[in-house]
């Protein structure tokens, strides 16, 4: 196969989606309601229906119905080594080297069949998400909150470095980017010195973005077993941006004493393509140190176990001007995903492909660092400025949210996720 990294595609400078990528999302265009797979390539995604009509990945031996599906549930399940093999032979396909020139580069017709821009399709969430786990693996954030509500001295629990902190979230409001977030209404308790406490119903006054990486499982587990650490990597399918939107004032006064609910569940948007794990092997680099002896059960052999991932917040209020308000990594991590799988499996609970984990909050440990507005504002203390004129110490509607993700160089080939971004509605009048 061709190793040219140049593409008879134009690649825009400064685009995500380069040859060294390759994500796979679920499109649909306005010709064509029903959602199916494509891959992204610079401005333009490619059919994998119409293509694998064509009679692409013959040669490979797979079963091209996996193309044909509304989800990527049946394309993950696959596994890792199909995954690779499919990554490469498009690599080789829209290489400007190509070893298959008939393929697609030199078919004129097949290409306006399945070459489309990206401006015209309408992205859909890629995987059938059946269960959604949120972590707490950075450990910056974990530290900045705890300072905030406990002090230095107890803000990490005991329990901390010993395990990845984890909860059960919900699935069924996972949305894909673009998708507005409606302000969530619940009990908040105004004045917490106040004797006795009594809560008010409101909107939530203290909304808060969470700067996070997503990976989705390609593989599952049975019941009663667990996923070994040295294989948990095989089970991970790939990656996407998540905010998981937090509601600072509503979780202050449910989370005690099983943690976050209606605070976290009314809404979570992810990037709409999936980066493969492969895609980002380049980028593999260690994490924060961790000083604890963890149990054998959680020890990796790799030590390079998490991202280089650049990641950065821009908000934008309603008819503004935009303002980067943080920039991170996702090397801020204590825990890797393939640690998260072996310790959520190690009492036998089972997972399924596409069952989606957060990775908590990335945080970086020096100011413009921080992967929310709780840990900027100091606890609503101090203001964040924006570009013509404006503050904020949290969320206001109207305000639209966007993160990005990216690694990599121009001359390598950036790998990055696109835009994750929301947009604030009002809450709802009860």
């Known amino acids: 196969m061709a190793s040219s990294t140049k593409s008879w595609v134009l690649i825009p400078k400064g685009s995500h989606f380069s040859l060294a990528n390759l994500p796979f999302g679920i499109i649909s265009t306005s010709s064509k309601s029903t959602p199916r797979p494509a891959v992204a390539i610079g401005d333009h995604c490619l059919d994998l229906q119409e293509f694998s009509a064509s009679g692409a990945f013959s040669s490979l031996g797979i079963d091209v119905s996996v193309f044909s599906k509304p989800t990527l549930n ?7 080594p199909v995954h690779r093999s499919v990554r490469k032979y498009l690599q080789d396909v829209f290489a400007e080297s190509t070893s298959n020139p008939q393929a697609l580069r030199d078919n004129k017709t097949l290409q306006e069949k399945c070459l489309i821009p990206r401006s015209e399709v309408t992205m859909h969430v890629p995987m059938h998400i059946g269960d959604y786990t949120d972590f707490y693996a ?40 673009g998708t507005p977030i409606t302000r969530p209404n619940g009990q908040i308790l105004e ?38 650490i040295s294989e948990a990597a095989d089970y991970i399918f790939g990656f996407v ?3 998981d939107w937090s509601a600072r ?20 948007t992810i990037s709409p393509w999936i980066v493969l794990t492969d895609a980002l092997e380049p980028f593999r680099c260690t994490g924060i140190p961790n000083d604890t002896q963890l149990l054998p059960y959680l020890q990796e052999k790799e030590e390079k176990n998490v991202y280089d991932i650049k990641l950065q917040v821009d908000i934008t209020p309603e008819g503004g001007e935009t303002t980067t308000i943080l920039k991170s990594n996702g090397r801020h991590l204590l825990f890797s995903f393939a640690q998260m799988l072996a310790h959520h499996s190690i009492g036998g609970c089972p997972m399924a492909v596409g069952d989606m984990f957060g990775s908590g909050t990335i945080s970086g440990s020096e100011p413009g660092t921080e ?58 009048k009860i």
Not at 197 to 215: H, M, N, Q, W, Y
Not at 253 to 268: A, D, H, I, R, T
Not at 372 to 378: A, D, P, Q, T, Y
Not at 383 to 392: D, H, Q, V, W
């Open 191 to 228: 004045n917490p010195a106040a004797t006795p406490k009594v809560p008010t119903f409101s909107p939530c006054k203290r909304l808060d973005i969470e700067l996070e990486l997503g990976a989705f499982l390609c593989k599952g587990n049975k019941m009663g077993t667990n996923v070994p």
């Open 249 to 268: 004032d509503i979780q202050a006064w449910e989370y005690v004493p099983l943690g976050p609910f209606l605070s976290k569940s009314f809404g979570s």
């Open 241 to 243: 941006l998540l905010n």
């Open 371 to 428: 992967g929310s507005m709780l840990e900027i504002s100091k606890g609503g203390k101090e203001t964040i400025a924006l570009n013509g004129g404006g503050e904020r110490k949290f969320l206001q509607d109207g305000d639209t949210v966007t993160i990005y993700g990216v690694c990599g160089t121009e001359e390598s080939g950036l790998v990055g996720f696109g835009e994750c971004t929301g947009q604030i509605l009002p809450a709802p």
């Open 74 to 80: 049946d394309f993950a399940a696959l596994g890792r």
């Open 138 to 177: 950075g450990k910056n954030h974990a530290f900045n909150v705890g300072c905030l509500f406990r002090g230095p001295d107890n803000a990490l629990q005991p329990n901390y470095t010993h395990l990845p902190v984890g909860y059960h979230g919900r699935a069924s409001s996972i949305v894909v980017s």
